[in-house]
């Protein structure tokens, strides 16, 4: 049983803490000190111990509100990402990418590539390991994100929209080709990836080949200018045709 001025010590100490903002020294003090009087740790290795567990938790803060940021549909590692079922896409390439090198010379990642072939699977690995790097990142389809600015539009505020897609370190543009973008649509599209080229990172998911693109791109110049801007500097990932979504299934069905 504490005495009282132990107990008054301990408030203090907590008290502190709060003021300074570190919870997780003030939630651990007292075990973590009787845990360095029983191992017989010093003053500095005890004081060492408490600041590397408030640093720690910060970083677990930190890390989870980027992915809370990202807004990814689903949480997908590139560790959970089976490379045995995809023989065509370079595994150590992709995990050389998830270290981020192309994030910091502003390099675009095409991955291209029929459905199923785990595109979207990797962009998410790609930005959760960015994410992991303490990174602001965007997850969104290429529908979502012109929705988003034409809804801006006609509000009047395009600018500001913009202004704050523009402050992402890394933006996934999922399903790119999809869906036939309205020349407004293709406009806003081809903006926010023009402004991004050679300084800021971009990752486009898509089902078309380029020579395609003009099929969803009304626009000829327009769609032109997209691919240059797109693939100049690009990591372009070819993910295959064969979709190992639908073999997965086939492959339960006939187990059953």
Not at 169 to 175: G, K, M, T, V, W
């Amino acid at each position: 049983m504490k005495n009282p001025a132990e107990a008054l010590e301990h408030a203090s100490v907590k008290q502190y803490c709060k003021a300074v903002r570190m919870p997780t020294i003030g939630a651990n003090f007292v075990s973590l000190a009787e845990q360095a009087i029983k191992e017989n740790h010093s003053h500095i290795r005890y004081l060492e111990a408490l600041l590397a567990m408030e640093c720690e938790e910060r970083d677990r803060h930190a890390i989870a509100s980027r992915i809370r940021d990202a807004q990814m549909p689903r949480e997908k590692s590139l560790e959970e990402f089976d490379f045995a079922q995809s023989p065509l896409i370079p595994a150590a390439r992709i995990r050389e990418l998830a270290e981020g090198g192309y994030i910091e010379h502003s390099e675009p990642v095409v991955l291209i590539g029929d459905c199923g072939t785990g595109k979207s699977h990797l962009a998410s690995g790609l930005c959760l390991a960015a994410c992991r790097q303490k990174r602001r990142v965007r997850f969104t389809t290429a529908a979502a994100l012109v929705n988003e600015l034409v809804e801006a539009k006609q509000n009047n505020q395009v600018r500001r929209v913009m202004a704050r897609w523009q402050k992402y370190e890394l933006i996934a543009l999922d399903e790119v080709g999809y869906v036939p973008l309205a020349d407004i649509g293709a406009e806003f599209l081809f903006q926010v990836i023009a402004d991004r080229a050679e300084r800021a990172a971009i990752i486009v998911t898509t089902n078309l080949p380029f020579s395609e693109w003009t099929t969803v791109f009304p626009n000829p110049r327009l769609c032109k200018a997209l691919v240059d801007r797109i693939t100049a500097r690009a990591h372009i990932i070819d993910t295959g045709k064969e979709s190992f979504r639908f073999k997965r299934t086939a492959e339960r069905r006939k187990k059953r």
